[in-house]
């Protein structure tokens, strides 16, 4: 209740003027007072979701959802995007709204949330998406990652989280294997960087 208070009196404005900003309030509401950790089911969006952390997918629907931070301008008419770091799906979900016709390479390293991604793209009746239960990074391979359960996973030592093994592929690889990439999405807690000077040289092939 007091996420959706806070956002309501903060841009109350928003509230009487977008549709989109109401139904983000709707999930503050939904949603914001539910414990941490607790599965829950809801549709919002004309989707169904499944997620394990109720609390987290709030800020990821208002990155996604209401501020569109990745809508972009496809030059091809079957863009080919890549999720990296897709966490439970809700910008693969987002990316199939808005480019039904792409095709969507999504990668996420943690067995427990890559289930979730799953059943989303299942149960939402996704074509044109390939689900990669792996991390892309700088060799194929396999990886420590620091699991949190929610949105917080890490390749970055984290000694909060339970710390499992992964499988890696290298992404430089992976890209250069491709005609063309429309969309370059990189959401991996703190190891863009290191991964950007692998795939330096690839960037330049392709429009992202």
Known sequence: MRIFLEALFKNIGLFILEAS????LYITLRLGFIKRYR????????????????RSFIPQYFEIFYNEYYKFIPENQKPIILDCGANVGTSVLYFKKQYPNSTVHAFEPDPKIFSYLKENVQKNNLDGVKLHNTAVWTTDGSLTFNSDGADGGSLRNNISNKTIEVNSIDLKSFMEEMEYIDMLKLDIEGAEYELLKHIETSLKNFKI
């Open 21 to 24: 900003y109401r139904k983000y």
């Open 39 to 54: 599965e829950v089911n809801f549709r919002s969006t004309g989707f169904d979701f499944i997620v394990p952390d109720a």
